[in-house]
């Protein structure tokens, strides 16, 4: 059984910084493509980033464009969000999720909440 | 590329028939998911390539379309099903733009 568990979500000041982690278990972790996808709380749906297979790619929304990196460990089966110069916009629920091929997410966590506020 | 649904919001009863319509700004061939997502809880993979049953998801659930315009169809509406819907552009480069939601809710 697929499980993908985050954790490192909570309550930061503006311009504050968080690592987000996802560990993964139930497949071959290194081979597939993973994503964050975020919702803040009464909203929609808002992709975030995405990593390669073997982490040579990464890709990023516009919004956190420069002040977010993705990355992976395939040793740790784990998948991390580095966020930096948080916003109150970035307040959301993060969620990783594993990537089927075209960004089809097969399988999800439950999610780590993240709170800027001061 | 955006991506819009209608309706926001429907009342429906069980057994209806509900269809939900997700538009793109630009020609997107059939790279088209949607997902179901209930309150509190991640997001569901229903669909794939705009008509592609995700295993395990029950055959009530169908999808059409390409191009611009998609159509996620609920044949016989269920206690479960009541949820909000997404519809998502999948793509060889990553931009997995979401559509603003669907929600289904009871009559």
């Known amino acids: 059984e697929v499980q993908l568990l985050e954790s490192g979500g909570g309550l930061v000041q503006p311009g504050g910084s968080l690592r987000l982690s996802c560990a993964a278990s139930?497949?071959?972790?290194?081979?597939?493509?993973m994503s964050w996808v975020r919702q803040a709380p009464g909203k929609g749906l808002e992709w975030v980033s995405a990593v390669s297979v073997s982490g040579d790619s990464t890709y990023y929304a516009d919004s956190v464009r420069g002040r977010f990196t993705i990355s992976r460990d395939d040793s740790r089966n784990t998948l991390y969000l580095q966020l930096n110069s948080l916003r109150a916009a970035d307040s959301a629920v993060y969620y990783c999720a594993k990537d089927q091929g075209y960004g089809d997410f097969t399988d999800w966590g439950q999610g780590t909440l993240v709170t800027v506020s001061s | 590329i955006q991506l819009t649904q209608s309706p926001s919001s429907l009342s429906a009863s069980v057994g209806d028939r509900v269809t939900i319509t997700c538009r793109a700004s630009q020609g997107i061939s059939t790279y088209l998911a949607w997902y179901q997502q209930k309150p509190g809880k991640a997001p569901k993979l229903l669909i794939y390539d705009a008509s592609t049953l995700q295993s395990g998801v029950p055959s009530r659930f169908s999808g059409s379309g390409s191009g611009t315009d998609f159509t996620l169809t609920i044949s016989s509406l269920q206690p479960e099903d009541f949820a909000t819907y997404y519809c998502q552009h999948l793509n060889i480069y990553p931009r997995f733009t979401f559509g603003p939601g669907t929600k289904v809710d009871i009559k």
């Open positions: 139930g497949f071959t972790f290194k081979k597939y493509a």
